[in-house]
């Protein structure tokens, strides 16, 4: 069953289906469309950049190149 609490407080997400703005959810709060996959993906995403931001800092190149393709792989 789909939970109507927020997996990332903080991430804002848009519906596909409907088009409405709202805070990171499994299913939409306007249409009940399903955004489990959606969410993942924003939370993986979110997660990435955090890694990618370290990596930069600490000046690892191969972490910087990995996550770099992963993030182009993950958006298409």
């Known amino acids: 069953m789909h939970t109507e609490m927020p997996c990332d407080a903080g991430a804002i997400i848009k519906?596909?289906?409907c088009r409405a703005t709202q805070?990171?959810?499994?299913?939409?709060?306007?249409?009940?469309?399903?955004l489990a996959l959606l969410v993942r993906v924003n939370n993986s995403?979110?997660?990435?950049?955090?890694?990618?931001?370290?990596?930069?800092?600490a000046g690892d190149?191969?972490?910087?190149?990995?996550?770099?393709?992963?993030?182009?792989?993950?958006?298409?």
Not at 61 to 76: E, F, I, P, S, T
Request: with cysteine; aromatic share 4%; proline share 2%.
């Open 15 to 17: 519906c596909p289906v």
């Open 23 to 34: 805070a990171a959810r499994q299913v939409c709060r306007r249409c009940s469309a399903d």
């Open 45 to 57: 995403s979110l997660a990435a950049r955090r890694r990618l931001a370290e990596a930069v800092a």
């Open 61 to 76: 190149d191969v972490a910087q190149a990995r996550l770099r393709r992963y993030l182009r792989w993950l958006h298409g």
